[in-house]
């Protein structure tokens, strides 16, 4: 157990909920044109609550007394994030007015991903919390495009391969310019017609990319094949295996692990670990087994910050990752079993074997009197 040492960064997670009134934003909020929604500092109010729950968000970092030293796992810095959303958004306008993509800005983007997470080795990358409707499209893409290089620099991809994937994964979709709005937010049941719509961006897709300067073609089968699966049920050419090419098998995972923890009209995301859980029943039937394995490796359970239940009783909030286990991680316990507060310490779950997390909690628990 290691004492603790005073840091500047406080960020705890926290749902959404009336009872942030008060708290203090632990990081800014980006709108969806790159502008702060929300500024890090920022005392929460009932309408800023009610403005971010408006807009999809479920989670933020608020910054308190239990978080301090506690940082987000980010495996991307903000400017690189910036510079993806940046390419993406005018990959979108291009195709929009058909006018050739700038290829260079997306491979530039895809390679500076490339660099942050080549810098990150050993990162346990944590699949976005704080994400809302508006953003989806920007935020999807940039995690599938991270996961994707993850399993691609772990599975021996060099170079240009990690280029030419990291390129064919941000890009994945956007053959969807071609379904209309009303069709991809409909927030109940799509019909066969509709369903049909949808399923053709995987072609309209490859169509978009293979005819671009700069995009390769194995790029653009990211585009095409992200939807087919292992088993041969997928789309749009029911391909079995190895039928299917690696970058759209590694595309693939990424993509099914963010597409559950993403918010969309018809239903909430699940939270890391029930992703984790999903992912992991799809291995070596839908999904190839060798990347989910990677991936189950590679992705957070519990994010810090989050707070969490032992099965002892006691409160903790997760205050970094294991670098050996993704599902046991360095927790800071707060109270007691009787959920009496306690002078803070930290404890490593992954050589603690007898304690186990039982529940992620929504909120600080109130002492008893």
Known sequence: MAALTPEVTRLRLARLSPRLEGKILGNTIPAADGSALL???????LSF???????????VYVDDDVSSGIEPDEAIDAQ???RAFEALRGSLKCIAERTPIDSGKVTEAVECIVDNIKQRAGITFSLATIRTLDEYTFVHSLNVCALAIIIGLESGLLGGQLTGLGVGALLHDVGKVIVPLNVLNKPNGLTPEEMALVKVHTLE???????????????AHVALQHHERMDGTGYPRGLYGEEIHRYARIA???DVMDALTSPRPYRTGVLPDQARR??????????????VDIILRRVC???????????????????RQSPTDPARPVIR????RAGRTVAPYEMALDINPEAHIKAVLDELPSSPA
């Open 39 to 45: 500024v890090a500092g920022t005392i929460l109010t």
């Open 49 to 59: 609550v009610r403005r971010l729950q408006s807009k999809g968000y479920r989670f």
């Open 80 to 82: 690189t994030r910036s």
């Open 205 to 219: 897709g490859f169509q978009i990319l293979r005819d671009q300067p700069g995009i390769s073609l194995l790029s």
């Open 252 to 254: 693939a995972v990424a």
């Open 278 to 291: 999903v992912v992991a029943s799809l291995a070596g039937n839908q999904l190839d087994e060798t990347f």
């Open 301 to 319: 359970v519990f994010p810090s910050g989050s707070l969490i239940r032992l099965s002892s009783g006691e409160t903790a909030v997760v205050s």
């Open 333 to 336: 316990i707060l109270t007691d």
